[in-house]
């Protein structure tokens, strides 16, 4: 069973304001498309001033790199350049696997058998659907099986009670 992690809502808070500025632009430019508006984002800037969520860059940081994945949705090229540099700069070893923002999680890798770690019910719905164990983390209300940290993931007894929770 392979562990793939999310990386925004996740390890980074890319999430808060982001389309805040998208919002401001569409009032004066009705026109603007969402997406035209994120693959020209200063990807740079945003992420370096995204918070990392819950010491995970530390918790990856303290584990072997072969134990999970990182899953994370690009908008553009730049983003993935980003992030991939951001992580390493921060000494994160784990392979980061990039998929595009119109694909499904579940078509980039086999979901089946393997265990998704997702703050996106969306994501973790059709991680489901493709036979993979979803896992939401987060403090919201769930019908997944929930985490707040990333550090039960290097758990093995954990994470054998959220596949047991899952196949319930």
């Not at 945003?46 to 303290?62: C, F, P």
């Not at 719905?125 to 290097?154: A, C, D, N, R």
């Amino acid at each position: 069973m392979k562990i793939y992690v999310d990386c925004d809502g996740v390890i980074l808070n890319t999430e808060d304001g982001l389309f805040n500025k998208y919002y401001e632009l569409k009032k004066n430019n009705p026109t603007l498309k969402r997406h035209m508006y994120l693959q020209n984002m200063d990807w740079e800037a945003w992420i370096n001033q995204s918070r990392v969520i819950k010491e995970a860059i530390d918790i990856l940081n303290r584990h072997d790199p072969k134990d999970a994945d990182i899953l994370t949705k690009v908008h553009s090229l730049s983003e993935a350049r980003i992030k991939i540099n951001y992580f390493r700069k921060n000494g994160v070893r784990n392979n980061i696997i990039i998929v595009p923002a119109e694909v499904s999680k579940a078509e980039v890798v086999a979901a089946r058998g393997n265990l998704l770690v997702d703050d996106s019910f969306q994501n973790l719905k059709e991680w489901s659907e493709h036979g993979g164990y979803p896992v939401y983390f987060g403090s919201k209300e769930s019908t997944y099986p929930t985490i707040e940290s990333l550090e039960s993931l290097f758990e093995k007894e954990q994470v054998k009670k959220l596949i047991f929770s899952i196949k319930k």
